[in-house]
């Protein structure tokens, strides 16, 4: 009789744990908008969520050390005349916020040090030119002040943040609502998933479709689908008996899945967290109280559960950490920021170890906040690969955060409240 050998993976007893009640967010009116983005965004620095606001649409943002009961009269940013589909901080500075609507624009916030003692209402940039609601907001992995925005238009529109310019307009390949769209791990395509049933990638500032596959999963509803590191591509979507399902493509080789398994016969649309470092994909439905964690590997079946993180709350929307935001020595692989109706609850994925010492193995150099190229080489068709950083003895900004500049023009136009000298210094206006 053969003995099943279990297959070797040093992420095979990660264990996910929510911090104790005082280390949570309490009393923050999360937003009950019924739109499938995760309405938190988090970095080292602050986590954002997006909230319920009377008149228009605001969120919150918290440094990460504000934890507890939260004032009623805490100050929100509050510059949209309609309600907030989709907040995203910048990777390559933490104080910088991009916000989309249902009042059609982008709007770019800068939140000071501290966070915020006053409401904030005045954006530092604000972008126009969908016409329909923005629900899909991403900032270019490697690329400086380059934003992605995708709207109920069916427009995918990527700006160049400083000069406050719509530089490529994406209008004539989405036939219906665009579902996600995300970038690759150095910014040179672009991943959609459309309502149309296809998954699409393009060339971003061609604006072509460069491979595309019909019908990645039967059912109708919402499908999500991001990149690997390496190219491949992972789905969530329904079957046609609307049971959840994960699959890999290679689209290479578009015809068929590598793998293709069913989950569960759930309701709400699976968002994936993909971890590079570690190849470990975290699957977190909305509506959910659990979730599950997949290690993506080159063996078949490439698809590998690992476990589920379960507690007895639904989550509203879950924040994803940044890997440089996280504590190393306690071997804790990723933190997500899980929200409640009333409150948001950091949970922690840890990797058991008995050593105290640096994990080399568990923290391989990972993606720091310093980006590779500039907006204007980028559009002129330069790529840079991410600036990677070692988290040894934990994450210290050895270069000063990237200073957020208007571009003069720019400033008459948005009656930016702030001016920016040559030496980047900001003086009141």
Known sequence: MSRKVVRTSKFRHVFGQAVKADQCYDDIRISQMTWDSNFCTVNPKFVAMIVEASGG????????N???????????????????????????NDNIIASGSED???MIWEIPDGGLITPLTDPVVKLEGHSK??????????????LMSAGCDNVVILWNVARGEAVVRIDSVHTDLIYSACWNRDGSKILTSCKDKTLRILDPRKGTVLVEKEKPHEGSRPVRAVFMSDG??????????????????????FGEPLTLQELDTGSGVLLPFYDPDTGVVYLCGK?????????VTDEAPYVHFLSMYSSKESQKGMGYMPKRGLEVNKCEIARFYKLHERKCEPIVMTVPRKSDLFQEDLYPNTIGPEPSVEADEWFEGKNGQPILISLKDGFVA???????????????????YREKVEQGQTVRG
């Open 104 to 106: 059609c624009s982008v």
């Open 398 to 416: 050895t270069t000063k955060a990237k200073e957020f500049k208007v571009h003069k023009k720019l400033e008459s136009k948005t009656e930016v």
């Open 232 to 253: 491949k591509i992972l789905s969530t979507g329904f079957s046609r008996m609307s049971e959840r399902q994960v699959a890999l493509w290679d689209p290479n080789n």
């Open 57 to 64: 649409g605001a969120f919150i943002v918290l440094p990460l």
């Open 133 to 146: 609601r923005v629900g899909i907001l991403s900032w270019h992995p490697t690329a400086h002040n380059v």
């Open 66 to 92: 504000k934890t507890g009961r939260i004032d009623m009269s805490y100050p929100n940013v509050c510059g949209h005349t309609g309600p907030v589909l989709d907040i995203e901080f910048c990777p390559h």
């Open 287 to 295: 509506g959910d109280s659990s979730i599950r964690y997949f290690e």
